[in-house]
């Protein structure tokens, strides 16, 4: 596995726009990171950029900790279990074009999600059948935050921050052992997810001063339109 320096640089960057939206809202590093790393190096997925966004996860979640919502965190994990295992099975034998379309199709569809509006009772089952999709998305697409965050759009936003990063923190490990099991993780994965790694905490630090300065609403729009611009771009690469 080789990544050439200036894709590894464009990466880092995605991931630094990606990981200060995140830390602003609550959600987007992935689903804006992910169909850009499918575009530049397909290398660069799945496990690389779940190491690189870890420790920016625990540190969203410490840092309103006292808001974190304890009953989705559970709930959630435990659906992530069966969902990652179903994912590895997948993930050990699809192609890169196949992974690319699939990355394109996933988070097309939570863009739709987001944009319907759709509302979920909050419930322990709803949660968990949260965790379950999660962990499929994740291992097989690198987004699992959105099925997430369609069951919490009713949290304010620290609650929502730091219950997003306390869910991604502790699914991450979830999906990495899911990653490996399918093949896909190894010292290679894990020196490029370290390189990049200091992205995600630049993106955290930038997102501090910008959660009480920026209009949650207008950001959300703004990540949905690129997002939906990389998917297709992502998809693209996939069929042709």
């Known amino acids: 596995?080789?990544?050439?320096?200036?894709?590894?640089?464009?990466?880092?960057f995605a991931l630094l726009v990606g990981t200060t939206v995140q830390?602003?809202?609550?959600?987007g590093s992935n689903?804006?990171?992910?169909?850009?790393?499918?575009v530049l190096d397909p290398d660069l997925?799945?496990?690389?950029?779940?190491?690189?966004?870890?420790?920016?996860?625990?540190?969203?979640?410490?840092?309103e900790r006292s808001d974190i919502q304890w009953t989705p965190v559970r709930c959630v994990v435990v659906g992530r279990i069966p969902g990652t295992a179903i994912g590895a099975i997948v993930l050990a034998s699809v192609s890169v074009a196949t992974m690319q379309i699939l990355i394109g199709v996933l988070i097309l569809t939570a863009v739709a999600l987001s944009?319907?509006?759709?509302?979920?009772?909050a419930t322990r089952r709803v949660f968990t059948s949260a965790g379950v999709v999660a962990g499929f998305t994740a291992t097989t697409a690198s987004v699992g935050g959105p099925p997430i965050a369609l069951t919490l759009q009713h949290l304010d936003g620290p609650a929502l921050r730091s219950t997003?990063?306390?869910?991604?923190?502790?699914?991450?490990?979830?999906?990495l052992i899911g990653i490996a099991a399918a093949g896909r993780l190894g010292i290679d994965e894990l020196l490029v997810g370290l390189a990049l790694m200091p992205w995600g905490l630049v993106g955290f630090l930038i997102s501090g001063?910008?959660?009480?300065?920026v209009n949650p609403t207008q950001l959300r729009a703004g990540v949905l339109v690129l997002a939906t611009s990389a998917a297709m771009a992502a998809l693209a690469r996939g069929v042709f």
């Open 1 to 12: 596995m080789i990544v050439e320096t200036d894709v590894l640089l464009l990466a880092g």
């Open 23 to 27: 830390g602003t809202i609550g959600f």
């Open 31 to 38: 689903l804006l990171a992910v169909p850009f790393f499918a």
């Open 45 to 63: 997925l799945p496990a690389p950029i779940f190491i690189a966004t870890l420790v920016m996860a625990l540190f969203t979640a410490a840092r």
């Open 115 to 121: 944009v319907w509006g759709l509302t979920l009772p």
């Open 164 to 175: 997003m990063g306390a869910t991604f923190a502790l699914g991450v490990g979830v999906t």
């Open 209 to 213: 001063p910008l959660r009480a300065r």
